[in-house]
């Protein structure tokens, strides 16, 4: 199969909307590869803090961009994020890491240093794609595009119970507030914003069980023929 023609499944949304789990069950379903890009600008944010970059290096950001080694092993490996070969699939989940990977994705430099790694991602029989651009900017002819929203407030709820599950230290209100502030600078920045891809079908999780979220994106593709 030639890359363009490899389909391509979008989900884009802002945090603590579902996306991350709806794609990987998504992927997993239909046997189709997962790009989470939202941990590439997360490993950017924890390499910078490893290099003792200045918070406001935005060339050395890229650079590390471009150039960090990353593997995402198979789900077998038990999904873990390797960064220079060593494992990072914890450090870079919290949500300070979040807030970095937010800074630094709103830089024009590391968003350009990522986007042919991302697109290097995409592999027969299919990719099903987790991020904030992935039907805009990314992958604009992706043959399905999702964008996921919830209520702030059960996003708030999500992410703390996910947190919660981690150890101790969530403060619900704390994470309101920093779901809310990297929701307004992932919305607002110049570059690749969070915003729903004209052709994007919506769905809203607010009231949705995991599953049945998973359940109208695989009825979505379905239609489409992209699966049985
Ligand atoms: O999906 P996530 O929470 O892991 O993403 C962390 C941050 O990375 C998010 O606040 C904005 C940024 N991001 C982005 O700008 N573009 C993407 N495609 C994915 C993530």
């Avoid at 290097?120 to 099903?128: R, T």
């Avoid at 651009?133 to 992958?139: H, N, S």
């Amino acid at each position: 199969m030639s890359e363009a023609a490899i389909p391509v499944v979008t989900l884009d949304g802002p945090s603590g909307s579902g996306k991350g789990t709806v794609s990987r069950a998504v992927a997993r379903r239909v046997g189709w590869h997962l790009l989470d890009s939202g941990a590439l600008y997360r490993l950017v944010a924890l390499a910078g803090i490893e290099h003792k970059l200045a918070a406001d290096d935005v060339d050395g950001h890229a650079r590390l961009a471009a150039a960090m080694r990353v593997r995402f092993g198979t789900e077998r490996e038990g999904e873990r994020v390797l960064l220079e070969g060593r494992d990072v699939t914890a450090a870079i989940r919290t949500e300070t890491m979040g807030q970095g990977a937010s800074r630094v994705a709103a830089w024009p430099a590391v968003r350009a240093a990522l986007l042919g790694r991302q697109r290097a991602f995409v592999e027969a029989p299919g990719l099903v794609a987790d991020g904030r651009d992935m039907g805009t900017v990314v992958f604009p002819h992706a043959v399905l595009k999702i964008f996921l929203t919830a209520s702030a407030e059960e996003r708030a709820r999500r992410r703390y119970n996910q947190l919660k599950e981690k150890g101790p230290g969530a403060s619900l209100s704390a994470l309101s507030r920093e779901i809310a502030e990297r929701d307004a600078r992932d919305s607002s920045r110049a570059v690749a914003p969070l915003v729903p891809a004209a052709d994007a079908a919506r769905i809203d999780s607010t009231d949705l069980t995991i599953e049945a979220a998973v359940e109208r994106v695989i009825e979505l593709g379905r239609r489409r023929s992209l699966w049985a």
